[in-house]
């Protein structure tokens, strides 16, 4: 597994915490483009660092 930085870090963070929250807001409290947190989303996802919701 490829490691994560300090953004992908706090993303898995905010899942965890809720996992149905929209792309927007956690673009927004993640201070990325909507794009951008979507990809890093995705990504977690393809990594196995995100399972379930």
Do not use: F, P
């Not at 993303?11 to 951008?36: F, I, K, P, W, Y």
């Amino acid at each position: 597994m490829s490691e994560l930085d300090k953004k992908d870090a706090r993303l898995a963070t905010l899942l965890q915490a809720d996992g149905r929250v929209a792309n927007a807001r956690l673009a927004e409290q993640m201070h990325l483009s909507e794009a951008t947190c979507w990809r890093r989303h995705k990504r977690l996802e393809e990594l196995g660092v995100i399972e379930g919701y």
